[in-house]
């Protein structure tokens, strides 16, 4: 009988394992109540703080006045019917039964030892038992309880409630974090204020409590003013009458106000000491929204006016120093900035790479650091781009090596520069005017639509020069599976058919060049709405 | 190239350093004429190990021994590793020589601003332009790669200007009526000195008449470009 059972176990454990409905609902589950990076994780936690600030609302309504009968109900069932399945998926998804099963199995077939269910039940118990146990999984349990309305109580746990609403919100977990690090220092400082309270509790009872202040009946009520006072609230329902006993609160007014400036104090440099780190987890939250991340990685020279230009451009971007001093000047110029060091695998994988960075450019002073960072970033992900800079020409095989799409030597384009200023002064100027886009005049790249009125049509078929554009090149597509695969046609022939995938490549003014672009855009929409 | 002119002045290229080895490095791929000057020995050495044809070694603050390199007619580019060189380099030629065409490397926006006061033609600040470069390749990466093929890679495309000679077989004429296309050349743009050394680009509409002296922009296989420029010649 208990080998049948264990056989069926054994086997529902390896079929849970294989099964890719269940671990896609667990994993599922998971991300929903637990990983922040889960886009659908917000409005679930939305959703569970409106239930919460709902149930609350209620139940301090109901204190003075009967609320309808469907939000009682609503409160007693529905509420309490989500937090408990909430609190048993929590339960569930917080570790893996069946892996414990099958780990124990193994064992025993390895070893040749009988299968142990006690050792495997006990395991398994001290797994969930660790969570049940854990701070916030209490919360959650007690939470559920002020729904046993005959207590009343039991109404009180409410305040559990809102305890529970710390799960759902980020800014209100960070605030304690703040506060636990200088935990030695505020239980310094709450000790002394406990022994100054007692002792001018005690001497506040002792001069005054036999009868002489007619409002001190227990040690209590000295306690009471004793910490009405020291905290300078001082509400005055209680005034010493005697002059022992003023001079005692004389003195804990003095105390008092030095604990509080003291506690004043440790709150505000506790917060100064962790606003790096704030910073830091906001710019992360900004980045983890944005798509096709730009990574200027050094923020020296180069990267100074990459991250510019890249701003200007509209471009997305991320500045990745771990210069303190120059992660400060790049938030002054408005940046985000990670304070990391990039050829730390952990920072590159931090940012999602694969999945959100367009390019990393390694402008860093330093060629080695360049050529870690282009490693680096080559060895997480295969597709994205990489612009490194580098100053040194045997270090430009390296790079080419490490993966690097693109190199940029400053030097070596300012000999370029100047090799054809010197050959060709008007062209040069001309092109100049072109990059810098100073002039109006510009060069642009127009991708052929899918559906748009160029898609399958001829480059004669389109009066550019009437627009006022010159076509300078066609990009025409290689393989419809990779974007990079273009060549080059320059000065297309008018019979030359365009596709879908191919990228113009016109020089005109910022006007017709939008103009054309608009036309472009538009054709796409009419089609589409016409198939 | 067709401007030979140009092609033919001497370049002297002041600074033999970091910088300056690079610089010599490219522009050496097509210009023949170019003297190395440097006022460090060392450098002077490597330009010579390097196979620099002609170096000399001279002090820049000697005003007489900077005249002693004839100056005159010449493209002097300056690429001494410290800005504050080049600033220096670029007032002496100008108090002293004329007719001469001044490039200097720049390192930053401030050197540019000080270099272009005192009188450089063409400033080239290296790290812009390594900047602009980049901030292309990201936001335009279609137009660098084919501004690329024009203007670095080899491969037969090239930009060029040429200058219309007297009599013609453009003289006189429109834009809009000589076909470039027919020639396998896009025009880019035109230089008129009648209008000041503005440049105009065609994109812009306006029907330009064509004059000797224009300088005309064009894009185009240097076979094409050469046989345009014969047929121009030819004409004239």
């Known amino acids: 009988m208990k080998n049948l059972f264990i056989k069926y176990l054994v086997t529902f454990s390896y079929y849970l394992e294989s099964a890719p409905g269940y671990q896609r609902v667990k994993k599922f589950f998971y991300d929903l109540l637990n990983n922040d990076d889960y886009p659908y994780k917000k409005y679930f936690d939305l959703f569970m703080i409106f239930i919460i600030l709902s149930s609350v609302a209620i139940l301090v309504v109901d204190v003075r006045e009967r609320v309808a009968w469907w939000l009682d109900y609503y409160d007693l069932y529905i509420v309490t019917t989500i937090f408990i399945i909430e609190y048993l998926l929590r339960l569930w998804v917080c570790s893996d039964m069946h892996k414990v099963i099958i780990a124990e199995f193994e064992e025993s077939e390895f070893f040749e030892k009988p299968f142990s269910l006690s050792k495997v039940f006990k395991e398994i118990a001290a797994q969930k038992w660790q969570y049940i146990t854990s701070l916030p999984a209490i919360i959650d349990l007690i939470a559920i309880l002020p729904s046993y309305r005959e207590l009343r109580i039991l109404r009180v746990f409410v305040l559990f409630r809102a305890f529970k609403m710390l799960r759902y919100s980020k800014s209100l977990i960070q605030f304690f974090e703040i506060l636990k690090s200088k935990r030695i220092e505020l239980y310094t400082l709450l000790t002394l204020l406990a022994f100054f309270t007692l002792i001018a509790s005690v001497m506040i009872y002792v001069f005054e409590g036999n009868g002489t202040n007619p409002n001190i009946h227990s040690l209590f009520d000295a306690a009471y003013w004793a910490l009405v006072t020291i905290t300078t609230v001082g509400y005055g329902d209680i005034a010493p009458v005697s002059t022992e006993g003023r001079t005692v609160s004389m003195l804990i007014i003095l105390t008092g106000i030095g604990a509080i400036s003291f506690l004043t104090s440790i709150i505000v440099s506790a917060f100064n000491e962790k606003l790096p780190e704030i910073k830091q987890t906001r710019v992360m939250n900004l980045v983890m929204k944005k798509r096709d991340l730009n990574l200027v990685c050094g923020y020296g020279k180069i990267g100074q006016l990459v991250a510019k230009k890249l701003k200007e451009s509209g471009e997305s971007l991320l500045v990745i120093e771990s210069d303190p001093s120059k992660v400060e000047m790049a938030e002054l110029d408005g940046l985000d900035v990670l304070r990391a060091d990039a050829t730390k695998s952990g920072t590159l994988l931090k940012l999602k790479l694969c999945d959100r960075v367009k390019s990393v450019i390694c402008a860093t002073h330093d060629d080695i650091v360049n050529v870690f960072i282009t490693i680096n970033a080559r060895s997480l992900c295969k597709k994205v781009q990489i612009i490194a800079r580098c100053s040194d020409k045997s270090v430009a095989k390296k790079l080419r090596l490490a993966g690097a799409d693109h190199l940029i030597m400053p030097e070596e384009i300012a000999g370029l520069l100047g090799a054809v200023y010197i050959g060709q002064p008007v062209a040069f100027d001309a092109l100049q005017a072109i990059l810098t886009q100073k002039k109006s005049a510009r060069i642009d790249e127009v991708e052929v639509r899918l559906g748009s009125f160029l898609d399958g049509a001829k480059v004669g078929d389109f009066d550019f020069a009437a627009n006022r554009l010159i076509l300078l090149a066609v990009l025409k597509k290689l393989s419809s599976k990779e974007k990079s695969s273009h060549y080059v046609v320059f000065n297309p022939p008018d019979d030359i058919t365009l596709k879908a995938g191919d990228i113009l490549v016109v020089m005109g003014y910022s006007v017709s060049i939008a103009d054309f672009k608009g036309k472009v855009e538009h054709s796409v929409r009419y089609k589409t709405t016409v198939s | ?236």
């Not at chain 2, 390199?69 to 690429?79: M, Q, S, T, V, W």
């Not at chain 2, 030629?93 to 270099?115: G, H, M, P, Q, W």
């Open chain 2, 1 to 236: 190239m067709f401007d030979t002119k140009r092609q033919s002045r001497e370049i002297i290229l002041f600074g033999y350093g970091k910088l300056g080895e690079r610089i010599y490095g490219t522009l050496s791929t097509t210009f023949s004429k170019i003297t190395v000057v440097d006022t460090n020995e060392e450098h002077v050495e490597t330009a010579k190990k390097d196979g620099c044809a002609r170096v000399e070694l001279v002090d820049f603050k000697d005003d007489t021994e900077l005249e002693s390199l004839n100056l005159e007619e010449k493209i002097l580019f300056c690429a001494m590793d410290e800005m504050s060189m080049n600033i220096f380099l670029v007032l002496s030629f100008k108090s002293s020589v004329e007719n001469t065409t001044i490039i200097s490397v720049s390192t930053s926006a401030e050197n540019t601003r000080k270099l272009k006061f005192i009188g450089a033609d063409k400033v080239i600040d290296i790290y812009e332009s390594s900047a602009n470069r980049i901030a292309d390749i990201i936001t335009r990466p279609a137009v660098t790669r084919v501004l690329d093929e024009i203007v670095y890679v080899d491969n037969g495309i090239s930009i060029e200007e040429i200058e219309i000679p007297p009599n013609s077989f453009l003289e006189g004429k429109h834009v809009h009526e000589i076909d470039f296309k027919k020639y396998g050349l896009i025009l880019i743009g035109i230089s008129d000195k009648e209008l000041g050394e503005d440049f105009i680009f065609v994109s812009r509409g306006i029907d330009h008449k064509f004059d000797a002296g224009d300088i005309l922009v064009l894009l185009g296989e240097s076979e094409a470009l050469r046989r345009f420029y014969q047929k121009l010649m030819e004409a004239a």
